[in-house]
């Protein structure tokens, strides 16, 4: 079984109910356990600014599946929830985003996969809601708590617990 953490992220729709049902896909789809989740964070938006603010989280589950077919499943999940990569703009609006950021200490570089994922350093988005459920995780010689050291989280905050 392998150790995999993956970012979540959306601003089109109830993002909030978005996660919890992509969450409960993702382990039934990967036949997965659910290790940890973060909370939810609403950010500004990253690439493409002028738009609406993201809510960002991150879970990291336990699964059996490799990264490919991991990421073949993460992908089936996002089309479920409305995401059509073939017609959206890069950093652009969407319903959901799933990005595999580590797969056990796994590397890799193809076309399609690579592993840890290439812009985590730069992701303030992705790096306050992963130190909050693996802050001493290293990824890519650089623990998480690191990692998030050297970026400014200007406009990024926590939001309320959901009943």
């Given at each position: 079984m392998a150790d995999v953490l993956i970012?979540?992220?959306?601003?089109?729709?109830?993002?909030?109910?978005?996660?919890?049902?992509a969450i409960a896909n993702i382990c039934g789809m990967t036949q997965a356990a659910l290790r940890a989740?973060?909370?939810?964070y609403a950010t500004p938006p990253w690439g493409e600014e002028n738009q609406d603010r993201f809510i960002n989280a991150c879970i990291e589950i336990e699964t059996g599946l490799d990264p490919h077919?991991?990421?073949f499943t993460l992908h089936k999940i996002e089309k479920k929830f409305g995401r059509d990569r073939t017609k959206e703009?890069?950093?652009?609006?969407?319903?959901?985003?799933?990005?595999?950021i580590a797969y056990d200490d796994v590397k890799l570089d193809k076309p399609e996969?690579?592993?840890?994922?290439?812009?985590?350093?730069?992701?303030?988005?992705?790096?306050?809601?992963?130190?909050?459920?693996a802050p001493e995780r290293v990824i890519a010689g650089h623990t998480v708590k690191e990692a998030l050291a050297q970026?400014?989280?200007?406009?990024?905050?926590?939001l309320p617990d959901l009943p």
């Open positions: 970012a979540l992220g959306g601003n089109v729709g109830d993002v909030r109910a978005t996660f919890r049902k989740r973060s909370s939810d077919a991991l990421l703009t890069r950093w652009g609006p969407r319903t959901l985003d799933l990005d595999l996969l690579t592993l840890p994922h290439p812009r985590l350093f730069q992701r303030a988005f992705v790096l306050v809601p992963l130190v909050e459920i970026l400014s989280t200007d406009g990024i905050e926590r």
